[in-house]
């Protein structure tokens, strides 16, 4: 048996989906529109990021989960708009359904319960006094990247990649944040203003019961929203053309 028979054809390649020839991994979904795209979101989210920190304290802005996810969306993105422009696969779907998730989240609850007077946790006093660039990131932070990113899931990216267990596994990020966020609390002195980063996690408000059972409905809502994002991708159609189509993902070795 010759080198070429044992070893597949010459122009074959190793990727983290198997073994794909040249003209496959140049046609996977990775147009220059995808990958500007997703520079664009990253972009957005550095830059409000930034805003953030300079307009602040970054040790204060870092210890909120709105500025985690936005990182997230930073990196993930970022790195998936990278991976688009030089032709390489893309990141495994639990890494982009888990940004998602999060980003979608911070999303929906900044305006169905911080930014809503009708809200038990109503902070939308607050939010209208922001003005120039602290109003710009907080859009940003808010709006354009939970809308970008949910947008480059539906649009750019193949269904029927998530499985059920990824929506229990994503508990992790809003799990560690808490950790972080009630430690944080303990040992910040009792008169700073941020020391709890958000009022359903306010230890002096509701005490420890009462932040855990706020925990609790919303660890509930994460899982539901995961759950509900896994079946959406089970149904939705695929929107990228049939040019650009990779093997599903969870064919794979990653899962």
Same mark, same amino acid.
């Given at each position: 048996? +010759?080198?070429?028979?044992?070893?597949?054809?010459?122009?074959?390649?190793? +990727?983290?989906?198997? &073994?794909? %020839?040249? *003209? %496959?991994?140049?046609?996977?979904?990775?147009?220059? #529109? +995808?990958?500007?795209?997703?520079?664009?979101?990253?972009?957005?989210?550095? %830059?409000?990021?930034?805003?953030?920190?300079?307009?602040?304290?970054?040790?204060?802005?870092?210890?909120?989960?709105?500025?985690?996810?936005?990182?997230? #969306?930073?990196? #993930?993105? @970022?790195? @998936?708009?990278?991976? =688009?422009?030089?032709?390489?696969?893309?990141?495994? =779907?639990?890494? +982009?359904?888990? /940004?998602?998730?999060?980003?979608?989240?911070?999303?929906?609850?900044?305006?169905?319960?911080?930014?809503?007077?009708? $809200?038990?946790?109503?902070?939308?006093?607050?939010?209208?006094?922001? %003005?120039?660039? &602290?109003?710009? =990131?907080?859009?940003?932070? *808010?709006?354009?990247?939970?809308?970008?990113?949910?947008?480059?899931?539906?649009?750019?990216?193949?269904?029927?990649?998530?499985?059920?267990?990824?929506?229990?596994?994503?508990?992790?990020?809003?799990? =560690?944040?808490?950790?972080?966020?009630?430690?944080? @609390?303990?040992?910040?002195?009792?008169?700073?203003?941020?020391?709890?980063?958000?009022?359903?996690?306010?230890?002096?408000? *509701?005490?420890?019961?009462?932040?855990?059972?706020?925990?609790?409905?919303?660890?509930?809502?994460?899982?539901?929203?995961?759950?509900?994002?896994?079946? /959406?991708?089970? /149904?939705?159609?695929?929107?990228?053309?049939?040019?650009?189509?990779? $093997?599903?993902?969870?064919?794979?070795?990653?899962?």
């Amino acid at each position: 048996m +010759t080198r070429s028979a044992r070893h597949g054809p010459p122009d074959a390649v190793r +990727t983290p989906y198997g &073994r794909r %020839t040249a *003209h %496959t991994v140049a046609s996977m979904p990775n147009t220059v #529109v +995808t990958a500007l795209f997703r520079g664009l979101l990253a972009l957005a989210a550095v %830059t409000g990021i930034v805003i953030e920190c300079v307009e602040g304290n970054p040790l204060v802005v870092f210890s909120f989960f709105t500025i985690w996810s936005n990182t997230a #969306v930073a990196v #993930v993105l @970022g790195w @998936g708009a990278v991976r =688009a422009w030089t032709r390489r696969p893309p990141l495994p =779907a639990p890494w +982009t359904g888990g /940004v998602l998730l999060c980003i979608a989240v911070v999303g929906l609850v900044f305006h169905l319960v911080l930014d809503n007077a009708a $809200s038990e946790f109503n902070e939308s006093a607050a939010i209208a006094r922001l %003005t120039g660039a &602290r109003a710009v =990131a907080n859009q940003l932070l *808010h709006t354009v990247t939970p809308i970008g990113v949910a947008l480059d899931w539906l649009l750019l990216t193949r269904p029927g990649a998530l499985r059920w267990r990824h929506a229990a596994q994503w508990l992790a990020a809003p799990g =560690a944040y808490l950790v972080f966020a009630l430690v944080r @609390g303990a040992l910040v002195s009792p008169d700073t203003p941020t020391r709890y980063t958000y009022p359903f996690i306010d230890v002096t408000a *509701h005490g420890y019961a009462g932040v855990l059972l706020n925990a609790v409905v919303l660890g509930l809502a994460f899982y539901a929203l995961g759950l509900l994002l896994v079946a /959406v991708d089970r /149904v939705r159609p695929s929107l990228v053309g049939r040019g650009e189509r990779i $093997s599903s993902l969870g064919a794979g070795g990653l899962k």
